[in-house]
C-alpha cells in the first residue's frame, strides 16, 4: 500500500530558529504533475540553432599556422572579417595547433574546428585588449575581452570536435584568485581589491563605460562569452584550462550547447552560465568542473536590478556531470530573477560534485527564482546534499532585498550516496515555498534532512534509506 507521510524523526533534523507551515501536507499527483513539463515542446520550437552558406575560409589562406608558436591572432580577426563580409559560412580551423590571442565572432561566422586542431590562447594578457564590454560575476564592467566574444551580433557558432584550449594554469591567470592552490604567493597581487573596487561601483551607479579595468588590474576573463546575441550554437567542441567561466552568454536569446565536454579544475571554472537568457537548451554535454557544472545567473545585487532582464526557458536534456560544486545550480547572481529551467534525463556523479540541484542566494541579491522542474536524474555520489536551497550564501541575511523561491518539482530522482537529501533554508519571512517531491529514492544517506523555514513541502513515494517518508 503506498503511503504519504512525514519524514522520520530518524532522517529529519531542524535548524533553530525555524518556522515550517504545513511541510507534510498531503500530496495528489494532479498538484505534482502540474508542473510545467508541457511547456518544454512549445519552448523547444523556439530554440532553433543557426545555419549558415556552404562557404568556407580556411584560417590557413589568412596566414595561419599551426605549429603552436606562431601568432595566429590577425589570420583569424581576417577570415571572420572576410566571412562575415561576404555574407558568412564557416571559419576552418584546420588539423594543428594554432596560438591566438582574443577572437571576436561577427553576425553569420560559424568558427569551426576541426578534429585534431587545437586552438591554444595565448598567456600574453595584452592579447586581450582592448577592454570590451563584459560582465564579472555578474556586475557590468569594461575588461579584458573573453577569449571568444561577440557583441550584439547574430546567427554565430563555434563546431566542430577539435578543443580549446585556455592554457590557464597555477602560473597564468588562476593566480589572480588570490588563493595559493591556485598558485598565489603572499604579497602577490589578485583580484580582491578590483573586485570590491567594482562592486561598489555598481552599488554607487557608476556608468558602465566608466568602470574600466583590463591592464594594471586582476580580473580574469571568461572563455565564450556572446554578450546581446541572437541565434547561438555552441556544439561538439573540447574546452580546457579557463581563466574562471568556461560558457558564458550574457543577455542572449536562442542559445544551443550540445555535445560539447569542459574539462577544467581552475577556480571559479563553471562549465555554463547562462546569464540574464531567454530560450537555451543546454544537451548532451560533460562537464568535469571547478566549480557548478551549470550555474544561470542574472546578475549581481544593484547591478542585476538595473538591468533587470531574468534568465527564463532553460532546458537541461541528457548531460553528465562529474566534479563540480553543482549539477543544475541557480544563483547566486540572480538579482534579475529566473523561471521556467527544466532538467532531465541527466547524470551526476563524484566524490567531488557537491550536489545534484542547488539554488544559491541572499537578501542582497534578491529577485525571484520560481518554476524549477528536475526528472529522471540519476545521482550515484554527491559529498553534499541531493537537492539544496539556501538563503544566506556568501554575507547572508545583511541587505534589504529578499530573494523569493517557489514552485519546485522534482521526479524520479535516485541517489547511492550523499550526506544530506534535502537542505533547505530560508528566511522566517521569505519561506521556500512549494516544493514537491515525488517518485524519488535517496539511498545512503548520512544524516537527517536539514529543513529551515519551508512552506508546501509535499512528498509522495520518497524513499530515504529505504523507508517511505
Known amino acids: 500500500m503506498k503511503k504519504e507521510s512525514s519524514i522520520t524523526v530518524k532522517y529529519q533534523r531542524i535548524l533553530f530558529p525555524i518556522l515550517i507551515f504545513g511541510i507534510f501536507s498531503s500530496c495528489s499527483t494532479s498538484s505534482v504533475k502540474e508542473s510545467g513539463w508541457e511547456q518544454v515542446p512549445e519552448i523547444l520550437k523556439q530554440i532553433v540553432p ?33 566571412c562575415h563580409s561576404e555574407g558568412g559560412g564557416r571559419v576552418v580551423v584546420p588539423e594543428g595547433i594554432y596560438l591566438t590571442g582574443a577572437i571576436h565572432l561577427k553576425s553569420n561566422v560559424n568558427l569551426h574546428v576541426k578534429k585534431d586542431a587545437t586552438i591554444l590562447f595565448s598567456q600574453d594578457y595584452k592579447k586581450y585588449l582592448p577592454v570590451v564590454y563584459t560582465r564579472f560575476e555578474g556586475v557590468e564592467c569594461m575588461n579584458y575581452s573573453p577569449f571568444i566574444y561577440a557583441y550584439e551580433q547574430e546567427n554565430l557558432a563555434i563546431t566542430g570536435t577539435g578543443t580549446l584550449d585556455g592554457q590557464a594554469d597555477n602560473t597564468i591567470w588562476w593566480p589572480w584568485k588570490g588563493r595559493s592552490a591556485y598558485g598565489w604567493e603572499k604579497d602577490q597581487t589578485d583580484q580582491r581589491l578590483d573586485r570590491d573596487e ?13 568602470r574600466i579595468f583590463g591592464e594594471g588590474h586582476y580580473l580574469r576573463p571568461n572563455f565564450i562569452q556572446p554578450y546581446k546575441c541572437k541565434n547561438i550554437l555552441i556544439e561538439d567542441v573540447t574546452i580546457r584550462r579557463s581563466p574562471m567561466w568556461e560558457i558564458h552568454p550574457v543577455l542572449c536569446e536562442n542559445v544551443t550547447v550540445q555535445k560539447v565536454r569542459v574539462i577544467s579544475h581552475g577556480p571559479n571554472n563553471d562549465g555554463c552560465n547562462p546569464e540574464s537568457c531567454q530560450n ?19 546578475g549581481r545585487n544593484a547591478d542585476g536590478r538595473r538591468v533587470n532582464v531574468p534568465s527564463e526557458n532553460i532546458i537541461i536534456q541528457n548531460c553528465t556531470m562529474k566534479d563540480g560544486h553543482g549539477g543544475v545550480v541557480i544563483g547566486s547572481e540572480i538579482s534579475g530573477s529566473c ?16 550536489r545534484a540541484l542547488r539554488i544559491k542566494t541572499n537578501s542582497l541579491r ?35 532585498h529578499t530573494p523569493i523561491v517557489r514552485n519546485i518539482y522534482v521526479s524520479n530522482v535516485t541517489s547511492q550516496k550523499s550526506k544530506y537529501a534535502l537542505m ?25 534532512n536539514i529543513l529551515n523555514h519551508v512552506s508546501n513541502l509535499k512528498m509522495k513515494n520518497v524513499y530515504i534509506n529505504g523507508q517511505l517518508q
Open 50 to 82: 543557426p545555419t549558415f552558406p556552404t562557404k568556407d575560409f580556411n584560417i590557413s589562406e589568412y596566414g595561419a599556422v599551426g605549429d603552436g608558436k606562431t601568432d595566429c591572432t590577425d589570420a583569424f580577426k581576417k577570415a571572420i572579417d572576410v
Open 198 to 210: 567594482l562592486f561598489q561601483m555598481a552599488e554607487e551607479g557608476v556608468p558602465v563605460n566608466e
Open 280 to 298: 537555451v537548451l543546454i544537451k548532451e554535454c560533460y562537464f568535469d568542473t571547478g566549480d557548478d557544472c551549470i550555474a544561470i545567473k542574472s
Open 339 to 354: 523561471r521556467n529551467v527544466f532538467a532531465e534525463n541527466c547524470t551526476m556523479d563524484s566524490p567531488n560534485l557537491d
Open 366 to 400: 534578491g529577485g525571484i527564482v520560481e518554476n524549477i522542474y528536475m526528472r529522471n536524474i540519476t545521482v550515484g555520489e554527491v559529498s553534499d546534499a541531493i537537492i539544496r536551497v539556501y538563503f544566506h550564501y556568501e554575507k547572508g541575511d545583511v541587505g534589504k
Open 424 to 448: 533547505l533554508d530560508g528566511y522566517e519571512r521569505s519561506l521556500i515555498s512549494n516544493v514537491n517531491i515525488e517518485q524519488c529514492q535517496f539511498d545512503g544517506v548520512e544524516k537527517g
